[in-house]
């Protein structure tokens, strides 16, 4: 099983995989900058357990576990 | 396009969200737009004139937008208007491309889009004071080199950069650069070709490249919908064109996000040097405390009680002192007009008493806006969005519904033109439908009048200002359900992504805050002086005609009566003596009794008698009853019609100046519970409640109506009455059981 970035530990990167098939976020967040080989690193969760909060390039964006879990992270080998 | 030297030419500012857009625009054309540190501020186009040396341009702030793939209300003018096919404007002859410095390649993204267009550019390196502080050094010649448009570095806050931008402006009108567009690979020219051979002539010849490639690349694309082109073959059409792409070896959805990060990489390299990691960590750190797991909630919730503890406290003293200038208004003006005594009621009666009921609470509403503009401007707002959302989920609420009913907490007319962020139209709607329930500002006043009368004498103004947070959320609590309803069984919703970008703190501009104050206050003093004064005088004729005489007669025969009756060893005449003293015990008598047969039997008393059986099972008499009619068209004016009534009635005199005394004081004339209080704590709640979730707002119902259509306007206003209604009654039948 791969890795999603809903699964990421609080504080950690990880360089981004690719997307689900068929994730419905895709093309949002790919022109917001979080495309495949980009380092993201997950900053925090919301008390609630959701949304996450994550960062990469720059920017701090925050999305929720359904769509986090679209998005593949390599392992590191 | 050419321009002839009688058009001014337009001038469209577009950019990603919450960058500075409007600051800029409001910089330049001197207005005033609201501007706040939250992405989604600004929803609809809007125009202003700028002087560019010799000659006017017309400036138009947009929308923020990541893409040109459009799938909101507000992304779609950005479009429309760049595209230049919005009815009645034309493609724009300059497109000002707002970046944020110091995110400079995901900014540049959108500017690639829309080199497409083939529209003149100047880009504008905005928030340039984070950038240096960040330690982000931009070599900003090389970067024009590069991008062969300009390149102006700005901090749109500070007066010193309007005059360089200008300058920029002036110079690209008169030779004007376009971004050189990216160069597609042969599959996605080959898939455009064969889009355009496949649609409709008269769509083929009307589109540029550039919206072809959104039917190519976007999974539902704005546009469809405008072109001529029946659906299935449409479908079908894009279907080839994408396998055209997917052959070879590129993901159409992805495609155009790689080529274009790709393309923007090789524009801007070697322009970018960091020369420190410096000042970024300032956000992270206030973030780690308030948002934090533990505490994050608590934080938050305290930060809304001391909101409405001191909207409650801080504008006592004001409040008193507004309270004091209208009774020595009235008591000034009363002598001039003694010999007319209808124009005597009309100016203190209705128009100080009524119109001074309700700027009473100016104060209040000063207060709130004060940290309403606090918090959008600190940052704050976009953090309680990621607080609360899992709340929201539950009923399948739109993350982006958080913003627009944030904003209804002011006034829901600008909350609802704010859903036209959110893209799918189902759930539009359904955070359009939940809006009016929010506790905007016009309730405030009516919750202050109730709480500060019953509940904070008798349980101090801690409670009070307890009371008067958990009224906030009568409305909220109420819409939930509401929501998870309208979405399972009416609009059939499905769950809508959340992606939102959290704004970097920063210490609110004290200029926008007190901007947003004397913006909303002086709305309300508008008010003041044209609806609430209006209905103020007609609520007052209504209450005040007719007039007949034997009204007086019949009063004067019952009150000597009653005195016979009481004292059988008083004569006639000893009693009409009395009556014509002045200030005896009976004058008195007579006056109250003369002032409510009249009020009575006046049009207004007619039909709050004839109404108040509707609202008997919530405990309202016919004076609440009329209050409740008449602030059909905009709640507040219950204090106003409250101050009337009781000031006509004879309820407000010296003893017990003001309202809440004379509410405090009222008792039940007949019925089943004659002699007893009218407002007990179960009918002041259950007034509460019915003004915290019933549809009573002209306005509201009119934006409705505009965004959503007259079906869902007259949906809105029957279904929160009969709620508040329902509300009402199951206060006032629950407070009887149990209290
Ligand atoms: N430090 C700094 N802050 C800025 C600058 N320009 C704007 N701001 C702040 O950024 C925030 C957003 O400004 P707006 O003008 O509302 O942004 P916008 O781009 O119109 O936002 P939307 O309408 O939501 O797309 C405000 O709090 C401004 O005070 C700048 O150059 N430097
Ligand atoms: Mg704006």
Redesign the interface.
């Known amino acids: 099983m791969t890795a999603t970035l809903s699964e990421l530990p609080i504080g950690q990167s990880a360089r981004i995989k690719a ?1 689900e098939k068929g994730s ?10 979080l ?2 080989g980009v380092e993201v690193r997950k ?9 996450i ?1 994550v960062e990469f ?8 576990r ?2 986090a879990i679209g998005v593949l992270l390599e392992t590191p080998a | 396009m050419t321009q002839t030297s009688t058009e001014p030419p337009q001038i469209a500012l577009v950019g990603n969200p919450n960058i500075g857009k409007t600051t800029l625009f409001n910089l330049l054309t001197g207005m005033r737009q609201r501007v706040g540190n939250y992405p989604g501020v600004t929803v609809s186009k809007k125009i202003g004139t700028l002087r560019l040396g010799e000659r006017d341009a017309h400036l138009i702030d947009l929308p923020g937008t990541y893409s040109l793939a459009a799938a909101s209300l507000d992304e779609r003018v950005v479009v429309d208007v760049l595209s230049g096919k919005l009815p009645g404007t034309q493609k724009p002859d300059l497109v000002v491309c707002v970046v944020d410095a110091t995110n400079l390649t995901r900014n540049l993204f959108l500017a690639a889009q829309i080199a497409e267009l083939a529209i003149p550019m100047v880009i504008v390196l905005n928030q340039w004071d984070l950038a240096e502080r960040q330690g982000l050094q931009i070599d900003t010649d090389r970067l024009s080199a590069q991008l062969r448009v300009p390149i102006v570095p700005c901090v749109a806050t500070r007066k010193e950069s309007a005059q360089r931008v200008k300058d920029t402006l002036a110079q690209a009108l008169l030779s004007p650069a376009c971004l050189p567009p990216i160069q597609w690979p042969d599959a996605v020219a080959a898939a455009t070709a064969h889009l355009r051979a496949a649609m409709p002539k008269g769509a083929a010849a009307d589109l540029e490249d550039a919206e072809v490639h959104r039917l190519l690349f976007d999974a539902n694309s704005a546009l469809a919908e405008r072109l001529e082109w029946p659906e299935d073959e449409r479908r079908k059409a894009v279907q080839e064109a994408r396998a055209m792409v997917q052959a070879s070896g590129l993901n159409p959805l992805a495609a155009e996000a790689l080529l274009q990060y790709d393309h923007i990489n090789g524009l801007t390299k070697g322009v970018q040097t960091k020369v420190g990691e410096l000042a970024k960590g300032q956000t992270e750190s206030i973030d780690r405390l308030l948002m934090h797991r533990g505490w994050g909630l608590a934080i938050f919730a305290a930060i809304m009680y001391v909101v409405f503890l001191s909207v409650y406290t801080w504008a006592g003293p004001l409040m008193d002192g507004i309270e004091w200038a209208k009774g020595g208004l009235q008591d000034w003006i009363s002598p001039f007009l003694a010999g007319t005594p209808m124009l005597q009621s009309l100016m203190v009666d209705a128009v100080i008493e009524g119109v001074g009921a309700f700027l009473v609470f100016l104060p209040q509403i000063l207060v709130l806006f004060f940290f309403i503009s606090l918090l959008e401007d600190t940052g704050y707002m976009a953090r309680a969005a990621f607080l609360m959302d899992k709340m929201f989920g539950w009923c399948g609420l739109n993350g982006k519904s958080f913003v627009p009913l944030l904003s209804s907490y002011a006034c829901a007319v600008p909350g609802i033109m704010a859903t036209r962020t959110i893209e799918d139209p189902k759930a539009r709607l359904a955070t359009i439908l939940i809006a009016p329930f929010m506790s905007c500002s016009a309730r405030l006043p009516v919750y202050v009048l109730l709480i500060g009368a019953f509940v904070e004498p008798s349980h101090g103004p801690l409670i009070a200002s307890l009371t008067l947070f958990a009224m906030h959320f009568v409305g909220l609590a109420v819409a939930l359900p509401t929501v998870w309803i309208l979405n399972k069984f009416i609009l059939k919703t499905r769950p809508q992504p959340f992606v939102l970008e959290m704004p970097r703190y920063h210490v609110p501009r004290l200029g926008d805050v007190a901007w947003r104050m004397w913006e909303s206050g002086w709305e309300f003093v508008k008010r003041a002086g044209t609806v609430i004064f209006a209905i103020t005088i007609i609520i007052w004729a209504l209450l005040y005609f007719p007039r007949p005489d034997a009204v007086a007669e019949e009063a004067r025969a019952q009150v000597i009566a009653e005195q016979q009756a009481a004292d059988p060893s008083m004569n006639l005449e000893a009693i009409e003596a009395q009556l014509q003293e002045e200030d005896s015990e009976l004058a008195h008598v007579l006056e109250r009794r003369e002032s409510s047969a009249y009020i009575e039997q006046s049009y207004m008393g007619r039909m709050g008698k004839a109404l108040q059986p509707v609202f008997h099972p919530a405990g309202f008499d016919w004076r609440i009853t009329v209050g409740v009619l008449a602030s059909f068209p905009a709640r507040e004016v219950i204090i106003s019609t409250l101050g009337v009534i009781y000031s006509l009635g004879g309820d407000v005199d010296e003893e017990s100046p003001g309202l809440q005394q004379a509410m405090a004081n009222a008792t039940w004339q007949e019925g089943t519970r004659v002699g007893m209080k009218i407002f007990t704590l179960p009918v002041v709640f259950g007034i509460m409640i019915f003004f915290a979730l019933c549809s009573q707002c002209g306005a509201t119902l009119a934006i409705i109506k505009k965004e959503a259509g007259t079906r869902w306007a007259i949906f809105s206003f029957v279904y929160m009455t009969v709620l508040a209604w329902i509300g009402a009654v199951l206060c006032f039948q629950l407070g009887g059981v149990f209290g």
Not at chain 1, 24 to 33: A, F, I, N, S
Not at chain 1, 43 to 51: C, Q, S, T, Y
């Open positions: 997307y419905h976020t895709e093309q949002r967040l790919m022109v917001m900058g495309l495949p900053i925090r969760v919301a008390p609630l357990g959701d949304p909060a390039a720059g920017s701090c964006v925050s999305l929720r359904r769509e």
